[in-house]
C-alpha cells in the first residue's frame, strides 16, 4: 500500500470536514473529486468510513436538535433504494456515477430556487433519502439532497438532523457494499487514517458554526450545492 497519497488526501477531508461541519454537510462533496483523481480504488468505501466517523462527533454535541420526522422518511426511502446504489458501484465506473451525482445536485438546486420552494414535508423528505440511497452508497454523496429540503430550519437543527441521517444511512451503504464484496480492506484502513483529519477540521470549524444564522446558512447550501454538482460534473469529464 502506497502510503503518501493516502496521507496527502488526508488534507482534502480535513477541508471536507471543516465544511460539513459548518453547514451540516459536504465533506464528501469536496474530498471526493480528489480521491477519485488520486486514489479512484478508494471510492467509495473510503469516503464512507468517514462519513461514517465524523456525524459521531457533530451528535455528540447536538440529539435534541434532530428533526425526527423529515429523518424517518428519508432514513426509510434510503434504505430502500441502498440496493440499487450498490448495483451502480457492481456495473458502473466512477466516471458514470459521479456525473449522475452531479446532474441529481444541480437539478435539485433548481427545483429549490424556482417557485416550488422545496420545504421539508414527507414526500420531500423521502424522495431525498430514495436519491441518497443511490448515490450516498454509490459516489459517498447523499447530503446535498436531504440538506436542500431542510435548508428553512435552525442551522443547528439541520446540521443534528444530517449527522443523523450521515450516520445511520452510510451504516446502510457500508453493509450493502460489505454484503456484495465491494468494500475492501484498503479502503477501510485509510478511511481510518483519515480520522485525526476529520477531528481537526471539525475543530478548526468552531467560529464558523457560531456565526451562522438561517439566512445565511440557505444561502450557503444553495450556492456551495450549485459548485458542488457543476465540480462533480467536470471533474468526471475531464478525468
Known amino acids: 500500500m502506497d502510503w503518501l497519497p493516502v496521507l496527502l488526501l ?46 459521531v462527533v457533530q451528535l455528540s454535541h447536538g440529539v435534541r436538535d434532530i428533526a425526527w420526522r423529515p429523518l424517518g422518511w428519508a432514513l426509510g426511502a434510503r434504505l430502500l433504494l441502498t440496493p440499487l446504489g450498490v448495483l451502480l458501484v457492481a456495473t458502473l465506473s466512477v466516471r458514470a456515477i459521479s456525473v449522475v451525482v452531479g446532474v441529481l445536485i444541480l437539478v435539485t438546486v433548481a427545483a429549490s430556487v424556482s417557485r416550488l420552494d422545496v420545504r421539508a414535508t414527507r414526500p420531500n423528505a423521502a424522495a431525498a433519502g430514495a436519491v441518497a440511497g443511490v448515490s450516498g452508497t454509490a459516489a459517498s454523496i447523499g447530503g446535498p439532497f436531504l440538506a436542500l429540503v431542510l435548508q428553512h430550519e435552525r442551522p443547528e437543527r439541520l446540521r443534528s438532523t444530517l449527522a443523523a441521517f ?74
Open 10 to 55: 488526508g488534507l482534502a477531508l480535513f477541508a471536507g470536514a471543516f465544511v460539513q461541519s459548518s453547514i451540516g454537510f459536504g465533506m464528501a462533496v469536496v474530498a471526493a473529486p480528489f480521491v477519485v483523481l488520486v486514489a479512484p480504488e478508494l471510492m467509495p468505501g473510503s469516503l464512507l468510513v468517514t462519513s461514517f466517523a465524523l456525524p
Open 166 to 239: 450521515f450516520l445511520v444511512g452510510t451504516g446502510m451503504a457500508i453493509g450493502g457494499l460489505l454484503v456484495a464484496g465491494e468494500f475492501t480492506r484498503h479502503q477501510l484502513v485509510s478511511g481510518l487514517v483519515w480520522l485525526p483529519f476529520l477531528g481537526l477540521g471539525y475543530a478548526a470549524a468552531a467560529p464558523a458554526r457560531a456565526r451562522l444564522d438561517r439566512d445565511r446558512l440557505r444561502r450557503i447550501v444553495l450556492v456551495f450545492c450549485l459548485v458542488a454538482g457543476a465540480s462533480v460534473i467536470v471533474r468526471a469529464l475531464v478525468s
